[in-house]
């Protein structure tokens, strides 16, 4: 399936980046003025990370459901518009905008105003109460899991749900009527907090589509093992008798990390997934397509091999490759979805097997200027050996700032750098997001950091570091120092403007 638009530039920000008074963006005022600024700047493409609730290190690729959203991106402004919570209440809660995210405080912070909102929900409208129930018979196939599977965590201090009481971790179903019936505020709070995030999520989609700004999401290929997915379909995972993986996912030692990264995900039992048409994939999926209008699949290359790395090794260098059945996966996709509204993440160590199958069916990739620029001129990701369908980006939230990374390069990687973009130190950041604007991309994406000219303190992520990711927030003041103008008009040179290009 093409991209749509056909020729588009766009900017990365996952919401928890954006400015706001509770400790983490959200999808209030900030989020709506966000994409205003996006169509005003003419970026037509807005691309976040995982939307789901975060996990192990904070990290939205490591979440407790596959199919929830993060309730603690929830505006608690528009809770108190809808009056749930009393906006007294919220101003006290309110904290300074810029700071990066505490997590632990804004856990702490937002779970006790959504309790309370959720003590009020029996006084809201008819018409909410009704549109709830729908809500969650429409989600049920995973909502009733996964807010019991969140309360029962909750419950028992945040241990993985194999060190739960033995009945619960085997699903033993009186120990799960009991826990129903023990958890059934906790269960509540957690159903209504999806419902909230869903008409919340959704109305900033809308505003998207009226100013003619489409989504890429995120789907991670692994789930987490401390996940509703894993407690409550365990057949569909590489597990033993007692719900541990027997393997786990990684990658070989790449670019990233010296001695690779062992993620510590369950492996898929893919035989199970063939056998039942890869039904479970086709439901994630299209859950993750209620929220965007594309979906990047993280490390493609893991579904046709994959690195299987023994559960008791403590790093990735040990593993084997394994064949996984992506030919077969992505036809029922295609089937079922009519079409792959998809993109493929293909970094990292790549072979013509894995190019033949996103080729095969027609997936866009992705073109890191970074890594064209280190390698040099014969490089894939430089603009002069681009081959379409593709995503350029000068880097991603895995990579450093585009001025941190050129900041802390070689002199010849320097040297090459400058000459490539026939600029001097001071241009090279503008001078790459302007060379992938005008290459032969489907869609240019630029990290919003590289935007604002920041540097490696506003990094995202650190691949193979477990600590300290995924904090970062733009200041309040961003838009006034951003380059609205220069970006619409290298929209409008470069033909990625509908208004020119007519896409």
């Known amino acids: 399936m093409a991209l749509t ?84 209440d919220v101003r006290r809660a309110s904290s300074p905008a810029g700071p990066p995210v505490d997590y632990d405080a804004v856990r702490e912070g ?145 670019y990233f990390t010296a001695t690779g990264q062992r993620w510590g995900n369950p492996i898929y039992d893919w035989d199970r997934h063939a056998s039942a048409g890869f039904s479970w994939w086709i439901e994630r999926v299209r859950a993750a397509l209620r929220w965007a209008d594309f979906v990047r699949i993280d490390h493609f290359r893991g579904l046709d091999a994959y690195w299987e790395v023994p559960a008791e090794a403590v790093t990735a260098e040990v593993g084997r ?22 993109v493929a993440e293909d970094l990292g160590v790549m072979t013509e097997s894995v190019g033949r199958l996103r080729d095969r069916f027609g997936l ?10 280190e390698a040099g001129a014969a490089a894939d990701f430089l603009p002069h050996n681009f081959t379409r369908p593709c995503i350029a980006y000068t ?30 130190d001071a241009g090279v950041v503008s001078e790459m997001i302007r060379v992938i604007w005008s290459s032969i991309a489907d869609w240019a994406i630029v990290p919003l950091q590289d935007v604002l000219g920041l540097g490696s303190g506003a990094r995202m992520n650190v691949p193979g570091v477990a600590e300290g990711n995924w904090t970062w927030r733009v200041d309040p003041g961003y838009q006034a120092g951003a380059p609205t103008d220069w970006l619409r008009d290298i929209g409008t040179v470069y033909g990625r403007l509908q208004s020119e290009t007519g896409a």
């Open 5 to 88: 638009p056909a020729r588009a530039g766009g900017i990365l920000l996952h919401p928890t980046s954006l400015p706001g008074t509770h400790g983490i963006g959200d999808l209030g005022s900030e989020a709506l003025a966000w994409v205003e600024w996006l169509a005003a700047a003419g970026c037509r493409v807005w691309q976040v990370l995982p939307l789901g609730p975060i996990g192990a290190g904070n990290s939205p690729y490591q979440s407790p459901s596959s199919f929830a959203g993060n309730p603690l991106l929830i505006s608690l402004e528009r809770l108190a518009e809808q009056g749930l919570l009393a906006a007294e």
């Open 110 to 254: 937002k779970g006790r105003l959504l309790a309370a909102a959720a003590a009020a929900w029996p006084n809201s409208p008819a018409d909410e109460k009704h549109a709830f129930e729908e809500f969650c018979q429409e989600e049920s196939f995973w909502l009733d899991e996964a807010a019991l599977f969140m309360a029962l965590r909750r419950a028992e201090a945040g241990k993985v749900w194999t060190e739960w009481p033995a009945p619960l971790a085997a699903r033993q179903p009186a120990a799960l009527s009991q826990a129903r019936r023990d958890l059934k505020h906790d269960i509540e709070v957690e159903r209504l907090s999806q419902f909230w995030f869903h008409r919340q999520w959704s109305a900033l989609r809308d505003r998207c589509r009226q100013l003619g700004v489409s989504i890429l999401g995120d789907v991670p290929i692994y789930v987490s093992h401390d996940s509703a997915e894993a407690w409550s379909h365990p057949e569909l995972f590489l597990l033993d008798p007692g719900g541990r993986p027997t393997v786990v996912a990684g990658v070989p030692p790449d």
């Open 321 to 342: 490759w394994v064949d996984a059945p992506g030919v077969s996966l992505l036809r029922a996709l295609e089937h079922s979805l009519e079409g792959l509204p998809l």
């Open 364 to 373: 866009p990739g992705m073109k890191v200027l970074q890594f064209g620029l």
């Open 395 to 424: 880097g991603t939230h895995d990579n450093d700032t585009s001025r941190g990374w050129y900041e802390s390069a070689d002199a010849s990687t320097k040297d090459f750098c400058r000459r490539y973009l026939a600029t001097d």
